[in-house]
């Protein structure tokens, strides 16, 4: 797999703005789905956005759509999240990952096990 490292996270208000960064170093993602999910202190790991191989289908989970906006950048070999109009509910630690097949669209990774994940960035949003 791909290693993968996410930045771009801190302390903000409620309202505030921030764009996360997921880099991927070695072997490209190229041709893969990729998705963000965010873990907040004793809950599940959750979806919140993913896009498609070749970046012309985006999904989203219903509590960031129209707030957040997942893009890929495969010149980079990055992915980011934006994320606007943050709340405090937002708080959390969040990671991206690779489906682990080529040429698929952004549903099928947001309920997919994923067998290892990255150390994340946190993300704290105060009100």
């Known amino acids: 797999q791909v290693q993968l490292v996410e930045s771009g996270g801190g302390l903000v208000q409620a309202g505030d703005s921030l764009r996360l960064s997921c880099a991927a170093s070695g072997r490209t993602f190229n041709h893969y789905a990729m998705g963000w999910f965010r873990q907040a202190p004793g809950k599940e790991r959750e979806f919140v956005a993913a896009i498609g191989w070749n970046g012309a289908s985006t999904y989203y989970a219903s509590s960031v759509k129209g707030r957040f906006t997942i893009s890929r950048d495969n010149a980079l070999n990055t992915v980011y999240l934006q994320m606007n109009s943050l709340k405090p509910e937002d708080t959390a630690v969040y990671y991206c990952?690779?489906?682990?097949?080529?040429?698929?669209?952004?549903?099928?990774?947001?309920?997919?096990?994923?067998?290892?994940w990255g150390q994340g960035t946190q993300v704290t949003v105060s009100s």
């Open positions: 990952n690779a489906d682990e097949y080529r040429f698929r669209g952004p549903i099928t990774i947001a309920t997919h096990t994923f067998g290892s």
